[in-house]
């Protein structure tokens, strides 16, 4: 079974910054893109960043500049530094897999559980 498990989230102040780490377990031979989305109060889940397994990266427009995804593919871990905070960076962030390749077959769409991110003003 494959799990994925966000940890890092918290509360911050304006201006701050914070490091979410997302791990995959279970008996994965690789993961194809992996990638961060956040879901905010009465919002639908929306794109943060993602990066291919090349280390191929994509960013939403408003964190560009102030958010760095990165991933190690032998841990099969991945990571967002994000920095200079808003008050509208407040969410729980959701960690995903597209395709993770494991020993009984490929599992598309997978997620954690998510993690609080919030930010004071």
């Known amino acids: 079974q494959v799990q994925l498990v966000e940890s890092g989230g918290g509360l911050v102040q304006a201006g701050g910054s914070l490091r979410l780490s997302c791990a995959a377990s279970g008996s994965i031979f690789s993961i194809d893109t992996m990638g961060w989305y956040r879901q905010a109060p009465g919002e639908g889940r929306k794109l943060v960043a993602t990066i291919t397994r090349s280390g191929s990266t994509n960013y939403a427009d408003s964190v560009k500049g102030r958010f760095t995804i990165s991933r190690d593919n032998a841990k099969n871990t991945i990571n967002l530094q994000m920095n200079s905070l808003k008050p509208e960076d407040t969410a729980v962030y959701y960690c995903?897999?597209?395709?993770?390749?494991?020993?009984?077959?490929?599992?598309?769409?997978?997620w954690g559980p998510g993690t609080q991110v919030t930010v004071s003003s």
């Open positions: 995903n897999a597209d395709r993770i390749v494991t020993i009984s077959g490929p599992r598309f769409g997978s």
